[in-house]
C-alpha cells in the first residue's frame, strides 16, 4: 500500500521498524522529507502521515520484540524489485542486526552484520575494546551466580552487572557487595530473557568505573567518525542505571577534544562500524575516557531530539544522508544549551493526576508533557524502565549547562503525580 508522499530522487529509504510514536516520530517525521518505505511488524497509524509506503513484517516472538530477519530481508528484495532503493536505516535497538542483513542483501552502504552484532552483544563489544587497548572495565561473561561471585571478588566491589543484549540501561545494577549480588544477578538474567532470544543467557560483571557519562550521536562514513553532538547524561534511582536526563549543548568543547575523538575512532574501527549512525556512551574514568557501549542507531530518550534543538542540526537528514553512502552538513545552524529531564513518582502505583508547569511558565521551559495516561501503571526499577516509570517530560533551554539545569529544577519542583 502506498500513500502520497515526496518523489523519489535517487530511491527509496527504507526505515525498519518505527518504535514509540512519542520517542520517535519527530525522527520518521523527518525522514519522511524524503521518500520513505517502511517496514514495521504491524499496520501504520500515525506513520502513514510520514511515508511513501509500507510493508508489514509481523515478528516471529512479539512480547519479545524478536525480528524475522529472512522475512525482513525478503520485503526489501520485493522493495526494491520494484521500486529503486538508495539506503536502508533504523533507529531501533532490537532492528539493527536486521538492518545490516538488509544492507548486505541490497549491497547498501551501512552496518555490516559482523559490526551490527559487535554493538549488539555487549560481551563482544567489551572483548574487542579490550583486545584493541582501549580503556576498559575488567570484565568477565558469566551464565551462573558461581562464576559471577567469583568474578566480582576479583574486580572488588562495588561492580555492575548487566545483561548482554538489552538497552536503555534495564537490568543494569549496581552491586555494593556480596549479599547484594544474588538478587542483581537474577534482575540481570532475567531482564535478558526478555529481549531477543539471540543474546539471551548469561550477564556481564563488570568492574565500577567512575566519573561523569557523556553519549555522543555521530556518523561513520566510509571509517570516518564525525560527532553530531554530545548529551551529559544525569542518573538516579540506585542502585539502577535509570537515565533521568540529558543536556546538550552546541559549543560542547567534547566535540573537538583530541583525546576523545581519538577514542571514539578507535572503538569504531575495532568494532567494524564503517558506515552508519551511532550512540557511543562514555564514562570519564580515572584512567582516561572509556567506552560504556556503542549503539549502531541514533540514540534514544529524545537525545537526538535535544541535540537537534540546541545545534539546528537535523539528525534524521543526516541517518538518511549516512544511509544513501553520502557525507552530510554537520556545521551547527545555532548555538544553544538544552536539556530534558523525565519526572518519576516517588513509588509504584497508577497514575490518578499529573500537574506540570506551561511551558513558558518558568523562563526558558520549552516543553512540559505528560507522557503516562491517567489509570496507567507505573512501575519503577526492576519492574519497570523508562517507558514504564515515567509520569512525565520537561525540556528547558539557558545560555549555558548551569541556567539549563536551573530551569529543569524549577520546572520539576512545580510537577507533580497523584497515584492509587
Same mark, same amino acid.
Given at each position: 500500500?502506498?500513500?502520497?508522499?515526496?518523489?523519489?530522487?535517487?530511491?527509496?529509504?527504507?526505515?525498519?521498524?518505527?518504535?514509540?510514536?512519542?520517542?520517535?516520530?519527530?525522527?520518521?517525521?523527518?525522514?519522511?522529507?524524503?521518500?520513505?518505505?517502511?517496514?514495521?511488524?504491524?499496520?501504520?497509524?500515525?506513520?502513514?502521515?510520514?511515508?511513501?509506503?509500507?510493508?508489514?513484517?509481523?515478528?516471529?516472538?512479539?512480547?519479545?520484540?524478536?525480528?524475522?530477519?529472512?522475512?525482513?530481508?525478503?520485503?526489501?528484495?520485493?522493495?526494491?524489485?520494484?521500486?529503486?532503493?538508495?539506503?536502508?536505516?533504523?533507529?531501533?535497538?532490537?532492528?539493527?542486526?536486521?538492518?545490516?542483513?538488509?544492507?548486505?542483501?541490497?549491497?547498501?552502504?551501512?552496518?555490516?552484520?559482523?559490526?551490527?552484532?559487535?554493538?549488539?552483544?555487549?560481551?563482544?563489544?567489551?572483548?574487542?575494546?579490550?583486545?584493541?587497548?582501549?580503556?576498559?572495565?575488567?570484565?568477565?561473561?558469566?551464565?551462573?551466580?558461581?562464576?559471577?561471585?567469583?568474578?566480582?571478588?576479583?574486580?572488588?566491589?562495588?561492580?555492575?552487572?548487566?545483561?548482554?543484549?538489552?538497552?536503555?540501561?534495564?537490568?543494569?545494577?549496581?552491586?555494593?557487595?556480596?549479599?547484594?549480588?544474588?538478587?542483581?544477578?537474577?534482575?540481570?538474567?532475567?531482564?535478558?530473557?526478555?529481549?531477543?532470544?539471540?543474546?539471551?543467557?548469561?550477564?556481564?560483571?563488570?568492574?565500577?568505573?567512575?566519573?561523569?557519562?557523556?553519549?555522543?550521536?555521530?556518523?561513520?562514513?566510509?571509517?570516518?567518525?564525525?560527532?553530531?553532538?554530545?548529551?551529559?547524561?544525569?542518573?538516579?534511582?540506585?542502585?539502577?542505571?535509570?537515565?533521568?536526563?540529558?543536556?546538550?549543548?552546541?559549543?560542547?568543547?567534547?566535540?573537538?577534544?583530541?583525546?576523545?575523538?581519538?577514542?571514539?575512532?578507535?572503538?569504531?574501527?575495532?568494532?567494524?562500524?564503517?558506515?552508519?549512525?551511532?550512540?557511543?556512551?562514555?564514562?570519564?574514568?580515572?584512567?582516561?575516557?572509556?567506552?560504556?557501549?556503542?549503539?549502531?542507531?541514533?540514540?534514544?530518550?529524545?537525545?537526538?531530539?535535544?541535540?537537534?534543538?540546541?545545534?539546528?542540526?537535523?539528525?534524521?537528514?543526516?541517518?538518511?544522508?549516512?544511509?544513501?553512502?553520502?557525507?552530510?552538513?554537520?556545521?551547527?545552524?545555532?548555538?544553544?544549551?538544552?536539556?530534558?529531564?523525565?519526572?518519576?513518582?516517588?513509588?509504584?502505583?497508577?497514575?490518578?493526576?499529573?500537574?506540570?508547569? /506551561?511551558?513558558? *511558565?518558568?523562563?526558558? %521551559? !520549552?516543553?512540559? &508533557?505528560?507522557?503516562? #495516561?491517567?489509570?496507567? =501503571?507505573?512501575? $519503577?526499577?526492576?519492574?519497570?524502565? /523508562?517507558?514504564? *516509570?515515567?509520569?512525565? %517530560? !520537561?525540556?528547558? &533551554?539557558?545560555?549555558? #549547562?548551569?541556567?539549563? =539545569?536551573?530551569? $529543569?529544577?524549577?520546572?520539576?519542583? /512545580?510537577?507533580?503525580?497523584?497515584?492509587?
Amino acid at each position: 500500500m502506498t500513500t502520497d508522499g515526496p518523489t523519489p530522487d535517487d530511491g527509496l529509504i527504507l526505515v525498519v521498524g518505527s518504535g514509540v510514536q512519542r520517542y520517535r516520530e519527530y525522527l520518521l517525521s523527518s525522514a519522511g522529507k524524503h521518500p520513505v518505505w517502511l517496514l514495521d511488524a504491524a499496520e501504520p497509524g500515525w506513520q502513514l502521515a510520514h511515508v511513501t509506503g509500507h510493508t508489514v513484517v509481523p515478528q516471529l516472538h512479539p512480547e519479545r520484540m524478536t525480528p524475522d530477519v529472512p522475512a525482513l530481508v525478503e520485503a526489501a528484495r520485493q522493495v526494491a524489485a520494484e521500486r529503486p532503493v538508495a539506503g536502508v536505516m533504523s533507529y531501533d535497538e532490537t532492528l539493527v542486526v536486521a538492518t545490516a542483513h538488509i544492507a548486505e542483501a541490497l549491497e547498501l552502504p551501512g552496518l555490516t552484520v559482523a559490526g551490527a552484532l559487535n554493538c549488539r552483544d555487549k560481551s563482544r563489544t567489551r572483548a574487542l575494546l579490550t583486545q584493541a587497548g582501549l580503556v576498559q572495565p575488567g570484565f568477565a561473561f558469566v551464565t551462573d551466580l558461581a562464576a559471577a561471585r567469583e568474578a566480582a571478588a576479583g574486580f572488588g566491589y562495588p561492580v555492575v552487572v548487566k545483561p548482554r543484549g538489552m538497552g536503555a540501561s534495564i537490568g543494569v545494577v549496581r552491586v555494593e557487595d556480596e549479599a547484594a549480588l544474588d538478587s542483581a544477578f537474577a534482575t540481570a538474567e532475567q531482564a535478558g530473557r526478555a529481549g531477543n532470544p539471540d543474546f539471551e543467557g548469561g550477564v556481564l560483571v563488570e568492574e565500577m568505573l567512575t566519573g561523569p557519562e557523556i553519549s555522543i550521536d555521530g556518523a561513520v562514513l566510509n571509517g570516518e567518525y564525525r560527532p553530531m553532538f554530545v548529551a551529559h547524561k544525569s542518573v538516579g534511582l540506585e542502585p539502577y542505571f535509570e537515565e533521568t536526563g540529558h543536556t546538550v549543548s552546541a559549543d560542547d568543547p567534547l566535540l573537538t577534544d583530541p583525546v576523545l575523538l581519538d577514542t571514539l575512532e578507535r572503538a569504531h574501527r575495532a568494532l567494524g562500524v564503517s558506515t552508519g549512525m551511532t550512540h557511543t556512551e562514555v564514562k570519564f574514568s580515572s584512567r582516561g575516557p572509556a567506552i560504556v557501549e556503542v549503539n549502531a542507531r541514533l540514540g534514544g530518550d529524545l537525545i537526538p531530539y535535544v541535540g537537534r534543538l540546541a545545534t539546528g542540526i537535523d539528525p534524521a537528514d543526516v541517518a538518511v544522508e549516512t544511509a544513501r553512502g553520502r557525507a552530510a552538513d554537520l556545521t551547527p545552524a545555532r548555538i544553544a544549551t538544552v536539556g530534558i529531564r523525565f519526572c518519576y513518582p516517588p513509588v509504584d502505583g497508577t497514575v490518578a493526576a499529573v500537574t506540570l508547569p /506551561a511551558p513558558g *511558565s518558568t523562563p526558558g %521551559l !520549552l516543553e512540559a &508533557e505528560q507522557i503516562t #495516561p491517567d489509570g496507567a =501503571a507505573l512501575r $519503577l526499577p526492576p519492574g519497570g524502565y /523508562a517507558n514504564l *516509570s515515567r509520569y512525565a %517530560l !520537561l525540556v528547558g &533551554e539557558g545560555p549555558d #549547562p548551569e541556567s539549563c =539545569a536551573a530551569v $529543569l529544577d524549577a520546572a520539576q519542583a /512545580a510537577s507533580a503525580v497523584r497515584l492509587t
